[in-house]
């Protein structure tokens, strides 16, 4: 069973940044892919970006490509969401999953709370 704390979001600007942060426990981190996911009031949950257990492969939504950069620390049980050049439309609740599967895109195995961005125009 793994457990996962988001961190970090909050309000910013358009055109601000925002560094979103992931804890996980109990279970070998180094082992699943990770995800970050949003949803936004009224529309479904989105896959935002992901990346392999070794860091080797990564994949953006369009919207985001260029802006945000997901990365991880294995030793520290860490995954990371680095949110440059936010817009109105990055609003949402961020969410931080784990599975073992890299190739899937919805029905993570494991969530956390998730952590609220706003991003004010």
């Known amino acids: 069973q793994v457990q996962l704390v988001e961190s970090g979001g909050g309000l910013a600007q358009a055109g601000g940044s925002l560094r979103l942060s992931c804890a996980a426990s109990g279970g070998t981190f180094s082992s699943y892919a990770m995800g970050w996911f949003r949803q936004a009031p009224g529309k479904e949950r989105e896959l935002v970006a992901k990346i392999s257990t070794s860091s080797s492969y990564t994949n953006y939504r369009d919207s985001v490509k260029g802006r945000f950069t997901i990365s991880r620390d294995n030793a520290k049980n860490t995954v990371n969401l680095q949110m440059n050049n936010l817009k109105p439309e990055d609003t949402a609740v961020y969410y931080c999953?784990?599975?073992?599967?890299?190739?899937?895109?919805?029905?993570?195995?494991?969530w956390g709370q998730g952590t609220q961005v706003t991003v004010s125009s």
């Open positions: 999953a784990a599975d073992p599967n890299y190739y899937k895109w919805s029905s993570y195995n494991y």
